[in-house]
């Protein structure tokens, strides 16, 4: 069995829907400027590429294996 982490773990379900609802509601936003926002609102500090993952993830219709 492979080691070490399998998921991003600060990737929550909260985090992923806030993600989706801001997806929503702003098409145009950018992951830099959502990545704010997460850390504003949610108190989450994420790297720019997991928010910009979690956005096509979303857009393809579900996670990555």
Do not use: S, W, Y
């Not at 997806?23 to 997991?50: F, K, M, S």
Request: hydrophobic share 35%.
């Amino acid at each position: 069995r492979k080691r070490g982490p399998k998921a991003p773990h600060k990737l929550t379900k909260a985090v992923v829907e806030f993600i989706a609802h801001a997806v929503e509601d702003d098409a145009q936003i950018t992951p830099d400027e959502l990545r704010d926002r997460i850390e504003t609102e949610l108190g989450v500090h994420l790297h720019v590429r997991t928010v910009r993952r979690a956005i096509n993830d979303l857009q393809k219709g579900g996670p990555r294996p």
